[in-house]
């Protein structure tokens, strides 16, 4: 199988070309060519009889798609977006790279002719989805974005839906939950706090709350999203149907949730080092955000997540830390 | 008050010009400056005290936008788009016309500086919902339309609450009914026998019926479509909140109750013109097209259409025959 993962060199992107070198197969096939690319060249795993390829490339330039799809991959990970804040302070590259990169690609896919038809997995965000909602957002819930990047995804998710109903491509939209705990350093993003108040404690730092501890949101570890994009490379378009974009499972909890986990999991010392420092700004722009799903298609068609808060805090603990932390 | 229409040429836009030239103004104001755009020129009324403007232009063509937008009006009806035929047959054209034309027209808003903000009402359609649907389908039900026309017109929706949430312009997206009788020769759409049905054999032609009399659609008149438009045009933008498109209110109604309302108002002998032929092509297609809503959110905002199809046929009589028909 030829892969290719456009946002290669992202959070996902790196622990799903991992996960690919592990596995050395994908759907029971042996992938024997991968091609990973984003706008800076991502550093390749050392996979033995595979042809790996990097790209460094921007997917909004003009000939970057066509060039991408060029050796008619089998699979697309499309997983290259700029980020929910970026989008909405920048206007024009948010719909020239979330909207126009990814039609550009479904295009190039188009023009490559009409025996080529590859599985598309397309990264969507349950930003597609804006407040006011029910108690648990059901899959044939409409989708009322309140950010620009959220407006670009619920776009993609059409496109996708359009071009494989033409035959054009195989696609799979996956509406990822607020993907918990990302590693590395706390990030600008409005939902950075969600990590943070899990990842800086266990590392011995302290971390700061800006929300209600009664604050819910929809999460999943990264291991889940992985596991996401793998199983929605090896479906069956068929019992799929026409309607190929959906929310994926996660876990609904409010912050005090999160909070008692990590005391569980970690003891008092660790979970005392949350300090509350309310934020209107962020409560404002969180208060937005979805709260919980029923993501029964998905669920019916096999994806699945953590079902409590302590098994995403151990995920994180054996994924990243190496199963210690700081007392 | 300038008003810009677009797509004037049209048998809705038609309709929207006459109704302004009888009004003289719209919310109270009086129309000073009616500009008529269309691929072909508008013949324009003969209005007395307003600057009529006629333009022969291709919103998807470079420059032509920006150009319509320069005078600054205050309301623009943007009504041009190909047909969900067209747009099958030419993917190229309908994603041309239907989407980057209508994303033109509101970047021409956009860049034609901050303090330009105009109401922009744009006509969507209920092609944006695709079967299985639920038995009268809510406001908040998802859009997975089974067109390429459909898809475009849901992108569009998706845009226009996106410009005004930045407040780029102030947009109303309305979803229009199968609009019956249309006036004028039988055309191919494949919901052309909806009206084909009614209008033939008031004029003493017979008429194809293609599908079972079991079909059932959602319906309102070009009369009413013309209302909704002016109406939508003198909403308060605050009262209908972030979520700027809706589904409007029509009658739902089987073929069967057609041709009874049509037997009720015009008699035996023109109800006996209708010719039952099924074809197995259009069912398949009628068979993914929405059968009722409830348009909840319209009704409440004062859009309304009509409640019975007598009524229907009545106006159509009305406003098209000169109260005529022939027996």
New interface residues.
């Given amino acids: 199988m030829k892969i290719l993962i456009i946002g290669a060199a992202g959070m996902i992107g790196t622990k799903l070309t991992a996960r690919l070198f592990a596995d050395g197969e994908i759907g029971g096939k042996p992938i024997t060519d991968l091609v990973l690319a984003d706008i800076v060249a991502p550093t390749p795993p050392p996979m033995v009889g595979v042809e790996i390829t990097t790209v460094a490339a921007d997917l909004s330039e003009p000939g970057v798609a066509t060039r991408l799809v060029a050796s008619r991959p089998d699979i697309i990970f499309h997983l290259a977006a700029i980020v929910s804040g970026e989008a909405e302070v920048d206007?024009d590259r948010g719909y020239r790279i979330n909207l126009d990169g990814t039609r550009g690609l479904l295009e190039a896919i188009r023009q490559a002719g009409e025996a080529y038809c590859p599985r598309v997995v397309f990264t969507s965000s349950i930003a597609v989805f804006?407040a006011p909602f029910h108690q648990a957002i059901s899959?044939?819930?409409?989708?009322?974005?309140?950010t620009?990047y959220g407006?670009q995804k619920?776009?993609c998710e059409?496109?996708i839906?359009?071009y494989t109903?033409?035959g054009f491509l195989d696609g799979i939209g996956i509406r990822l939950p607020t993907i918990v705990v990302r590693p590395g350093l706390p990030n600008k993003a409005a939902s950075g706090f969600f990590s943070d108040i899990i990842r800086e404690p266990l590392a011995g730092q302290e971390a700061i709350l800006p929300v209600a501890e009664s604050t819910r949101h929809w999460f999943a570890t990264p291991r889940s999203a992985v596991n996401f994009l793998v199983h929605a490379a090896g479906l069956d378009g068929e019992a799929v149907g026409?309607?190929r974009n959906m929310t994926m499972p996660g876990l609904s909890v409010t912050v005090a949730e999160q909070i008692d986990a990590l005391r569980n999991v970690a003891g008092d010392r660790v979970a005392d080092r949350i300090v509350r420092k309310p934020d209107a700004a962020i409560m404002r722009i969180v208060e937005g955000w979805p709260r919980n799903f029923a993501a029964e298609r998905a669920l019916a068609l096999g994806f699945h997540a953590e079902s409590s808060f302590e098994e995403i805090i151990r995920i994180h603990i054996a994924d990243e830390l190496g199963g210690n932390w700081v007392n």
Same sequence: chains 1, 2.
């Fill in positions: 206007f804006g899959d044939d819930f409409f989708n009322t974005p309140l620009s407006t619920a776009i059409l496109l839906s359009d109903r033409r026409a309607r």
